[in-house]
């Protein structure tokens, strides 16, 4: 669901200044967010959170920890008089081990329940339990008969392949003299799960300014396409959604399907109550119905069969333990209400910030959240942030972590003189509750976080900020008690970095400066002509003390027929010749790989630039069965993975500078900041193999990065061409292998099509050699992609694009899109084609 926009009214006075931009800096209040009159803003931030190991009572879990990477990027846009446009993209990769579900330790017996859950062939999820009279768990004693009483309980662990999510929201805002008007909307994608929302909200000022009412309402609907695990699968009952799983019969695939809606309700109020005092205070309701369940979150039910009971300890019950889907209600109906004061302290000039949350649910679920602040300038443009959260759950009224039930799973009837089965009947469903969950998230629990964020102000308008929060989350911290046992505790870090920009106030700078040097803003110099979007390192900054900051975003497709050299080749020759002296069983049938690059960069001199270049990347790959080869249970299979990639350090050299042309160098390194050890999904052990070379985050290896660009014009006409290459300085990687080198020539022509846009139109020419020597640990080796000489080869390609570049409150801004289309592919070993690449680049210059 879209989230709720805050605001904090505009300041009246310079101690309310202060408490405002004290306040701006806390966690949970990023830029975009609060309204700053006539103030354009973006920001970017990236984010990694990392839990902590799971209580699994001395077993140890052979997966690690849930992580999280996150970027996030937001702007602020004024476009007329009155009109200003949002927009926000975030993305998320999520990797690592998740519950799914809760079992009693001694479940099977001695053996604790596996910490790997569905860890191969035969996943304790199911099995035997044994109760006593009270129905408590038992434990054997050493000669395997049920003894002690043992309630502990532990989690059964899955590990979830990396998947990344994508989000996109924009608000279009109308100010009228004392009231606002906006509408808005967004999406967030996945490959198992899509969302869509609107939302239509309001504003109205009174007592000049000092009182502001807001209000929103907002539509929110979600399907979700989930496929259940390959290995799961057998062992998890679905018959609750025999209606909503569909099982495709050419691959095997289970998919649950299910939509649900939302309705919210949002109200606000501001008040100014002094010169150094803000209090907000907000209230909010949503309904959601439909499908309002976790896909991957099973029950476990112990089953006591009374035909069964022979190996029942005394006075006991032997019960048949299985997994079923959890069963949430189909509605959901929610209140929250919260109240947040922020108090500037003038004689220490910092703000301080409380607030107080409330949350409840049909679902029987309350929860209470208390946080304070304290923001703190340090002088030298530094800023400290200490703040502390608490937080504390009820459980839903269904939250169960297993159930027990005095049936039977499944009765045969047999023919006595046969054998033959005559009918076989499940349980029955109404002797199970109507709702069940084992989902951790709906128990009861508390969670105290602390950290601090410290942020600096680089320039005036440039914030640079780097953040660290430690949370432990505890079942007995519940207020009032009744929290979940120990096994659910853990704790987590997050680390944040971030940089904003107020480009409202960098314009006015490079407007003062140019008054004063009696020119044109150096934002607005002329180059010799923009770059096609997908040309990095196209041109050097002005002046000595300037700075430069972008984004690259981009997608490249792959998709539909394998080639051998420049022709396409078939399923059986792949199956006798793609993997060496082992014959192929799958080969790849559509990759996409979408990659975002922060660019940051700095003139200390007019002939040097230096440029910091980290990256993200995100890929998945889909696999198909190869005709006529030995039948793989994994044939038909689809995974993701992403996370931090490479990052890029240069230092450019100008050689020649004139009227319209230019000539620099590019001296760079490729820090091997990539993961190159990402697992195979479809191996759940513990030795489970690395993936396909082509899915790994970066190259493993110091690379170093030459360049050579010239740029030129002439009347409307530009044009320009870079040599460029990546030589890996390492013979292999940690995993053993290492990338083949790269060498790239483009040359590009543009017509000035207006005074600030531009057509471009380039060639591409890239040689790439084959990978060299092989993963040193085990790893698939299923298709081509697994093989090492089926990397490198020749490509040659055409791109065409718009290259638009900003003035007036745009001025130093620009924006380009180009499209590459493949024109000749010549691969090494056997690859899938090409369809082509999207390349978008944004850069702010100050």
């Given at each position: ?264 309700l949002r109200l606000g109020l501001s008040q100014i109550l ?88 049909d679902w029987g679920i309350d929860a209470h959240t208390f ?277 890029g350090l240069y230092a450019l050299f100008q050689l020649y ?190």
């Open positions: 669901m879209a989230a709720t926009r805050s605001w904090i009214a505009s300041p009246r006075g310079p101690s309310l200044r202060a408490l405002t931009a004290a306040a701006l800096a806390l966690p949970g209040l990023a830029p975009g967010r609060a309204r700053a009159d006539g103030s354009d803003e973006f920001s970017f931030q990236y984010g990694r959170y990392t839990e902590g190991d799971r209580d699994l009572s001395g077993v140890n879990s052979a997966y690690d920890p849930i992580r999280v990477d996150n970027l996030l990027a937001r702007g602020r846009f004024s476009l007329f008089d009155r009109w200003s446009l949002d927009v926000e993209y975030e993305q998320d990769t999520w990797s690592g081990a998740t519950p799914i579900t809760t079992a009693p330790l001694v479940f099977g017996g001695n053996r604790p329940t596996s910490p790997d859950g569905v860890s191969g062939a035969t996943p304790f999820i199911e099995g035997d339990l044994f109760l006593n009279s009270k129905f408590q768990p038992l434990q054997l004693d050493e000669q395997g008969e049920p003894a002690a009483v043992n309630r502990s309980l532990v989690h059964t662990l899955s590990y979830a392949s990396p998947e990344t999510r994508q989000q996109v929201d924009a608000t279009l805002h109308y100010a009228f003299d004392r009231a606002e008007l906006s509408i808005g909307g967004g999406g967030s994608f996945e490959s198992d799960y899509v969302s869509a929302w609107g939302t239509l909200g309001g504003a109205m000022e009174f007592d000049q300014g000092m009182l502001r009412l807001e209000g929103s309402v907002s539509y929110t609907h979600d399907e979700t396409r989930a496929e259940l695990s390959h290995d799961a699968a057998p062992y998890i009952d679905t018959s609750a959604y025999r209606h909503e799983v569909e099982i495709f019969p050419s691959t095997g695939k289970r998919v649950l399907s299910g939509d649900s809606d939302e309705v919210g002094g010169p150094n005092t803000v209090v907000k205070l907000g209230f909010g309701y949503a309904r959601a119905s439909g499908y309002l369940e976790n896909p991957y979150k099973v029950e476990e039910v112990a089953f006591i069969d009374p035909a069964h009971q022979a190996q029942a300890p005394p006075g006991g019950y032997y019960a048949q333990v299985h997994a079923l889907l959890e069963q949430r209600p189909n509605s959901r109906n929610e209140w929250s209400a919260d109240l947040r004061l922020v108090q500037y302290v003038a004689p220490l000039d910092a703000a301080l910030q409380l607030a107080y949350g409330f949350y409840a649910d946080e304070a602040s304290w923001g703190q300038p340090l002088g030298f443009g530094l800023t400290l942030t200490p703040h502390l959260r608490f937080y504390s759950q009820g459980q839903a009224d269904f939250y169960q972590p297993y159930l027990i039930s005095q049936q039977a799973y499944r009765t045969i009837v047999t023919d006595p003189d046969t054998g033959d089965i005559i009918s076989i009947t499940p349980f029955d469903p109404a002797l199970l509750p109507s709702h069940f969950s084992s989902d951790e998230r709906l128990s009861a629990f508390g969670a105290l976080s602390g950290g601090a964020t410290l942020s600096l102000r680089l320039l005036p308008g440039v914030l640079l900020d780097g953040g660290f929060e430690y949370t432990v989350h505890r079942g007995d911290w519940r207020l009032g008690g009744g929290g979940e046992g120990g096994y659910s505790d853990f704790h987590s870090y997050l680390l944040s970095a971030g940089l904003r920009f107020d480009t409202s106030a960098l314009r006015s700078i490079a407007a003062a400066q140019a008054e004063a040097d009696g020119g044109e803003p150096h934002a607005e110099h002329v180059h010799a002509g923009p770059a096609p979007a997908g040309v990095m390192l196209a041109h050097m900054l002005d002046d000595p003390g300037d700075w430069m900051f972008g984004l690259r975003y981009g997608y490249a497709l792959q998709d539909g027929a394998v080639l051998r050299g420049t022709r396409t080749a078939g399923d059986s020759e792949i199956i006798a010749e793609g993997c060496h002296d082992i014959p192929c069983s799958t080969a790849p049938k559509r990759m996409t790989m979408q990659m975002i690059m922060v660019d940051l960069g700095y003139a200390p001199t007019s002939w040097l630039n230096l440029m910091l270049m980290p990256s993200f990347v995100a890929m998945e790959m889909n696999l198909d069965p190869l005709e006529g080869a030995v039948p793989d249970e994994h044939g038909h299979h689809d995974h993701e993975t992403g996370g931090v990639g490479d990052t500078a004139a009227s319209g042309h230019e000539l620099h160098a590019g001296l760079g390194l490729s820090a091997p900041t990539g993961s190159v050890s990402e697992k195979d999904p479809r191996s759940h052990q513990q030795d489970n193999g690395y993936t396909h070379y082509g899915m790994q985050l970066g190259s493993g290896t110091w690379d170093f990065l030459p360049s050579l660009t010239y740029t030129g014009a002439w009347k409307r006409l530009s044009f320009g061409s870079q040599l460029s290459g990546t030589v890996r300085l390492e013979d292999e990687n940690d995993s053993g292998y290492a990338l083949g080198d790269v060498f790239q020539a483009t040359g590009w022509a543009g017509f000035a099509l207006t005074r600030w846009l531009t057509a471009t139109a380039r060639g591409l020419y890239t040689w790439q050699g084959s990978i060299r020597h092989d993963y040193d640990r085990r790893h698939s080796e299923s298709g081509p992609m697994d093989f090492p000489s089926n990397y490198g080869g020749q490509y040659v390609d055409l791109g065409l694009g718009l290259a638009a570049t900003g003035w007036g409150r745009l001025a130093g801004q620009r924006l380009a899109v180009e499209w590459l289309q493949p024109l000749r592919d010549d691969v090494e070993g056997y690859q899938l084609d090409r369809v082509g690449s999207l390349q978008v680049a944004w850069s702010l210059a100050f």
